[in-house]
């Protein structure tokens, strides 16, 4: 028992990863010198703190299953969904979640204030404030990336997009 103390360190050294390092090349990086995580996910307060999260949940559903199909096989400048990123302004936004409402009433879906995403929107952090939606009423849906499904030749995407819908954030 004494000899295996003896040569177990406590000091946070692992020679395997050190001895790995040096044989790639001998270059190792500090810790420290790693950049930030990116900022996934829908928040409440603007960019660039996001800081207050909005949990993230799953529900599958097969009016919202099609609606996703519906969305991917659509034109690429969908209202719903378009403009996006840094091009996007308070009023795209106000215009993009009046679509999200419309379209949902049509499918028996009444919220105060949807807007749906695309999967890079909430990778980049999706704010809320930004978007001029308040957190007590606003529902953000998240629509996959179209490459995600294949589709060559076409194929039924229905049961691909209740799938994506059940890994979140990857579908509504």
């Known amino acids: 028992m004494a000899s295996q103390s003896k040569s177990q360190s406590n000091s946070g050294f692992n020679r395997r990863f050190f001895l790995a390092a040096a044989a790639a090349g001998g ?94 929107e909430y990778d980049d952090g999706f704010s809320l404030a930004d978007a001029n939606i308040p957190a007590d009423t606003g529902v953000v849906l998240v629509v996959p990336r179209y490459a995600r499904a294949t589709n060559t030749p076409p194929k039924p995407l229905l049961e691909t997009a209740k799938m994506l819908m059940a890994v979140t954030p990857n579908g509504i």
Do not use: C, H
């Not at 603007?46 to 609606?67: E, G, I, R």
């Not at 719903?80 to 049509?106: Q, V």
């Open 27 to 120: 270059a190792m990086i500090p810790v420290a010198a790693q950049a930030a995580p990116k900022k996934r996910g829908v928040y409440t307060d603007p960019k660039p703190n996001l800081t207050d999260k909005v949990a993230d949940f799953s529900y599958q559903n097969d009016v919202l299953a099609q609606w996703i199909v519906d969305i991917w096989t659509g034109p690429a400048n969908n209202p719903l969904i378009w403009p996006t990123g840094s091009s996007a302004t308070t009023s795209d936004y106000k215009n993009r979640s009046d679509a999200a409402k419309s379209a949902l009433e049509a499918r028996g879906i009444y919220l105060a204030k949807p807007i749906v995403i695309t999967e890079d």
